[in-house]
């Protein structure tokens, strides 16, 4: 009776924060997390590689990256390392709450618009660099926050949401440039896919639902092998083990990329924030304190920065793994920490990167077609949480005006306006932000509307 009673105590750790459950109940909770996150952290790396015409080693070389930075970065969200000590002051690396990593499809427009310009060294470049913004946004956090409501953050959102939309479709099609390009297969390829994860999420059960995209692209493959789209050759080639290694690739740095970078290492911040704060409310009832927040927003850019120099995307932490916590109450550190160490040996298999990198293109769009639709609606759900004053109204549609409308037009559009408007409206994403700051500036809500939105 009393081993039974122990038995039960250790299983009920994974509704507490500290302490070690058994391995067999520990396990699958840590692997649960990462089928969640696991193609959606892929995704952005396997974009970019096809934008910027990444061979299959190297390739596999990103997307082997990914999932090594993902797992560290998450270990510094479980565990944090205290800045000179838990005494000084100041932010420690890491908010000591279960959020899980993964590589921020936030950057996947801007990436696309930078290396057009300047090939894949500027987008590393840019992104590295751009990382510092994030760093320092974290040291002050209680005071910025009032300039990022939900309306500025909503109206961005729904920028990139429609930009990876665009990325999406072409992808779906088969790859802009392919011969194929539109043809009947690839629709019908696509289509397969998307309609997994349409159906997994509407009424898949556990594991089916919260892993949809992995489950569509498990049926992609299988469709795209008996249509001949199998590449098998890059797989047999691989090796069984390679350890990561940073600035594989070479780097550049370039004002202009760089600014971009910047503005939306400030959405990713908030993003973390966001998610932060997602876990705390669903799970402690309370909101995420200061602390966690620093924490969070530290160990985010400090694993974007470890991200480009280690030849990935930057990092931000996954709000489909912080709705899994809200969901499952499975809160222990112990449990998500058995999935981050699966992320981090996965990093040193080339064999797992190259079964992803040889994904057909119509595969990869199937797939993500819903997250990017998603993103766009997140970000109606936070402008509609601001509500539609007439401020709200008229500073809604001025920063979309600008950000989408005169922004992210063709190279030379704006080249008698001054140096800094060029910069600015080189890419959509990043001038929504830019403008949506200065707008909410210029007309701030008033004490009504701050109270609708706290509500």
Avoid at 78 to 92: C, E, M, Q, V
Avoid at 302 to 317: E, K, R
Wanted: include cysteine; hydrophobic fraction near 50%; charged fraction near 10%.
């Amino acid at each position: 009776m009393e081993e039974n009673k122990t038995s039960g105590a250790k299983k009920d750790l994974i509704y507490q924060l500290d302490g070690i459950p058994p391995i067999p109940v520990a396990v699958p909770l840590g692997l649960q997390h990462i089928l969640a996150m696991f193609t959606s952290n892929l995704a952005p790396c396997l974009i970019l590689a096809g934008i910027v015409g990444l061979d299959g080693p190297d390739r596999i070389i990103m997307v082997q990256c990914a999932m090594f930075v993902s797992g560290i970065t998450t270990f510094f969200q479980l565990y944090p390392i205290p800045l000179f000590g838990k005494k000084s002051g100041l932010p420690r690396i890491g908010a000591e709450l279960p959020i899980v990593m993964g590589t921020s499809f936030a950057f996947v427009p801007t990436s696309i618009t930078v290396a057009k310009m300047y090939g894949l060294p500027g987008v590393l470049g840019g992104a590295l660099v751009g990382s510092l913004v994030e760093i320092a946004m974290s040291f002050f956090i209680k005071p910025l926050k009032k300039y990022f409501p939900p309306l500025v953050i909503g109206a961005v959102s729904i920028a990139f949401g429609v930009s990876l939309l665009k990325a999406g479709t072409n992808y779906f099609l088969g790859g802009v440039g392919k011969p194929d390009f539109g043809s009947v297969e690839n629709i019908s390829l696509g289509l397969s896919v998307f309609a997994t994860v349409v159906i997994c999420q509407r009424f898949g059960k556990g594991i089916f639902k919260v892993s949809a995209i992995l489950m569509g692209i498990i049926v992609g493959y299988v469709v795209a092998f008996f249509m001949g789209k199998l590449n098998f050759a890059l797989l047999s080639s691989a090796n069984w083990f390679s350890v990561p290694i940073p600035f594989r690739f070479s780097y550049e740095f370039h004002l202009d990329a760089i600014l971009m970078f910047s503005a939306l290492y400030i959405v990713s911040g908030l993003e973390t924030i966001g998610n932060t704060s997602g876990i705390t409310v669903a799970v402690f009832d309370r909101d995420a304190t200061t602390k966690e927040m620093s924490g969070a927003v530290l160990a985010d850019s400090l694993g974007s920065m470890i991200a480009t120099v280690f030849n990935t995307l930057p990092n931000t932490a996954f709000g489909q793994n912080a709705g899994l916590v809200a969901m499952t109450k499975v809160i222990n550190k112990f449990c998500i920490a058995t999935g981050a160490t699966v992320l981090v040996v996965a990093g040193f298999i080339p064999k797992i990167g190259a079964i992803f990198s040889l994904m057909p293109d119509s595969v990869l769009g199937g797939a993500v077609l819903s997250v990017f639709a998603m993103i766009t609606v997140n970000g109606i759900k936070l402008v509609t949480k601001s509500g539609f004053s007439q401020r709200n109204v008229t500073t809604l549609s001025t920063i979309l005006a600008i950000g989408m409308g005169l922004a992210g037009m063709p190279e030379g559009t704006y080249k008698e306006m001054p140096v800094a408007i060029q910069y600015l409206f080189k890419d959509s994403v990043a001038a929504t932000c830019i403008i949506g700051i200065i707008i909410n500036a210029i007309f701030p809500a008033d004490k009504v509307e701050e109270a609708v939105i706290e509500v």
